[in-house]
Antibody
Framework: EPQLVESGGGWIQPGRSLRLSCTAS????????MSWVRQAPGKGLEWVGF??????????EYAASVKGRFIISRDDSKSIASLQMSSLKAEDTAVYYC????????????WGQGTMVTVSS | SSELTQDPAASVALGQTVRITCQGD??????ASWYQQKPGQAPMLVIS???SRPSGIPDRFSASSSGDTASLTISGAQAEDEGDYYC???????????FGGGTKLTVL
């Protein structure tokens, strides 16, 4: 059964950096694009960015709100996707979900349980 | 602000049909996928942009699209269908992804 498990969340001061990891199991990780979605407390879902599979050159796209501050990477040998967050702001406080993208589609078919990031002084 | 607009709330009587809509210019060129989220849980896919339901999603869930509006229809709503529903598609430029603001569905 495909599964995604996020880790690395916690409390961090504004302006600092934090790295989230997403460990995948139960499927051929390298064949899939992966994405990150966040949800601020009591708010809706916000797409953060995605990284294509290596077959599609492994490039990334980002939401305007995080572009230039966040970087998504992947290690197919370890089945891990990462979200490197820098220059963190209070408005980055959210639950961060790792999601799998359905091949040939934009659908997010597998979601992790999420990891909470709190940016506060 | 979201480029996809959803009504914040909707309600339906048990066993009746409800339609949840999602409006945006990009929907004239791209299909939407739909997600359900229950309190304290991660979202889950209910209908893909290819109009397919993952295994385990009841066939009372269906999707359609017309012009700049995508719709999720629940035919014969059940109590367990209560939750927040989000549409997702591409932005106006077609390069990035965007979620609608979400619709909170109450089953009466």
């Amino acid at each position: 059964e495909p599964q995604l498990v996020e880790s690395g969340g916690g409390w961090i001061q504004p302006g600092r950096s934090l790295r989230l990891s997403c460990t995948a199991s139960g499927f051929s990780f390298g064949d899939y694009a992966m994405s990150w979605v966040r949800q601020a407390p009591g708010k809706g879902l916000e797409w953060v960015g995605f990284i294509r599979s290596k077959v599609f050159d492994g490039t990334s796209e980002y939401a305007a709100s995080v572009k230039g501050r966040f970087i998504i990477s992947r290690d197919d040998s370890k089945s891990i996707a990462s979200l490197q967050m820098s220059s963190l702001k209070a408005e980055d406080t959210a639950v961060y979900y790792c999601v799998r993208v359905t091949p040939g589609s934009d659908a997010f078919d597998i979601w992790g349980q999420g990891t909470m990031v709190t940016v506060s002084s | 602000s979201s480029e996809l607009t959803q009504d914040p709330a909707a309600s339906v009587a048990l066993g009746q049909t409800v339609r949840i809509t999602c409006q945006g210019d990009s929907l004239t060129n791209y299909y939407a996928s739909w997600y359900q989220q229950k309190p304290g849980q991660a979202p889950m896919l209910v209908i893909s942009d290819k109009n397919s339901r993952p295994s385990g999603i009841p066939d009372r869930f269906s999707a359609s699209s017309s012009g700049d509006t995508a719709s999720l229809t629940i035919s014969g709503a059940q109590a367990e269908d209560e939750g927040d529903y989000y549409c997702k598609s591409r932005d106006s430029d077609g390069k990035l992804l965007v979620f609608g603001g979400g619709t909170k569905l109450t089953v009466l």
